[in-house]
T-cell receptor, first 115, second 112 residues
């Protein structure tokens, strides 16, 4: 069965510090994609970063990096130098081609950045 | 660039009423999805269409039907709305590959 697990319902971080949001996944598909999305209080979904299952290096996009540990089936998001505007819901997602190409999401982590 | 367009943005239904949520994308994407978002539950996949002419059940399909009308349009129908279907509904699309999903703005549905 394919599944995404985010075990941190809420996280607090001090402004300018780094924070790691956890994500583990389960799939038997050898080819898959891992994603992180941000959902601010306004409700839209914002794509942050992508990691392919065959990518050798961890993905980075500005202050976002994805710590991909394939053997442990984890894809944690690291946000460096947190800003007040980073306060939002963060969703980990996985695309697979088992039973038809689809994307599933985790339950999300709400991040609070303190001034 | 319109991207993914969902209508309506808000809807209130009475229990037992039916309605169709509309979704259209103009990016020539093959795959389209319907998700629902409940507090604390993340986005749960209702139905998806991996390509034009195909539809498949996701994690929570009960009470819903879908139609992939053509490559652009993917509609979600509630035949007999129930209070448990109160949620925010998102339509999304992706190319048929491991690529980011593009989302509509969401439909906030309340069933009373």
């Amino acid at each position: 069965a394919q599944k995404i697990t985010q075990t941190q319902p809420g996280m607090f971080v001090q402004e300018k510090e780094a924070v790691t949001l956890d994500c583990t996944y389960d799939t038997s598909d050898p080819s898959y994609g891992l994603f992180w999305y941000k959902q601010p209080s306004s409700g839209e979904m914002i794509f942050l970063i992508y990691q392919g299952s065959y990518d050798q290096q961890n993905a980075t996009e500005g202050r976002y990096s994805l710590n991909f540990q394939k053997a442990r089936k984890s894809a944690n998001l690291v946000i460096s130098a947190s800003q007040l505007g980073d306060s939002a819901m963060y969703f980990c997602a996985m695309s697979t081609n088992t039973g038809g190409f689809k994307t599933i999401f985790g339950a999300g982590t709400r991040l609070f950045v303190k001034a | 660039n319109a991207g993914v367009t969902q209508t309506p943005k808000f809807q209130v239904l009475k229990t037992g009423q039916s309605m169709t949520l509309q979704c259209a994308q103009d990016m020539n994407h093959n795959s389209m999805y319907w998700y629902r978002q409940d507090p604390g539950m993340g986005l749960r996949l209702i139905y998806y269409s991996a390509s034009e002419g195909t539809t498949d059940k996701g994690e929570v399909p009960n009470g819903y039907n879908v139609s992939r009308l053509n490559k652009r349009e993917f509609s979600l129908r509630l035949e007999s709305a129930a209070p448990s279907q109160t949620s925010v509904y998102f339509c999304a699309s992706t190319p048929q590959s491991h690529a980011e999903a593009f989302f509509g703005q969401g439909t906030r549905l309340t069933v009373v």
